[in-house]
Nanobody, 127 residues
Framework: QVQLVESGGGSVQTGGSLTLSCAGTASGTTFSEFSVGWFRRPPGKDREFVSLVTVNSGTTHYRDSVKGRFTISRDADKNAVYLQMNNLKPEDTAVYYC??????????????????WGQGTQVTVSS
């Protein structure tokens, strides 16, 4: 089991940057044993996949619209996963969630594959 806490959201103008953090506290294991995904829920829309990093940072994956602008990384020593977001656009406005599962090496883009979720952090990008 793992508990997740996101931070780093805020309001920026178009072209700005933010770094989201996901701190994980695991029971009976370590956070590094979990694959972690970032999802977002834009206003009035369903939750959508943004990015993921598998165990040991073996694999990263991004939705097409954020490739080249967002970078996911993890720090095993700090039990954290980060989402560096550059060149933000108004369409990036959403509540961002981190999620975790123990599918060590599989690329899971469906939210149903993640049993553990944080509370979310708001990102607002104004034009």
């Amino acid at each position: 089991q793992v508990q997740l806490v996101e931070s780093g959201g805020g309001s920026v103008q178009t072209g700005g940057s933010l770094t989201l953090s996901c701190a994980g506290t695991a029971s009976g294991t370590t956070f590094s044993e979990f694959s972690v995904g970032w999802f977002r829920r834009p206003p009035g829309k369903d939750r959508e996949f943004v990015s993921l990093v598998t165990v040991n940072s073996g694999t990263t994956h991004y939705r097409d619209s954020v490739k080249g602008r967002f970078t996911i990384s993890r720090d095993a020593d700090k039990n954290a996963v980060y989402l560096q977001m550059n060149n933000l656009k108004p369409e990036d406005t959403a509540v961002y969630y981190c999620a975790a599962n123990k599918n060590r090496f599989r690329v899971d883009v469906m939210p149903q594959m993640y049993p553990y979720w944080g509370q979310g952090t708001q990102v607002t990008v104004s034009s």
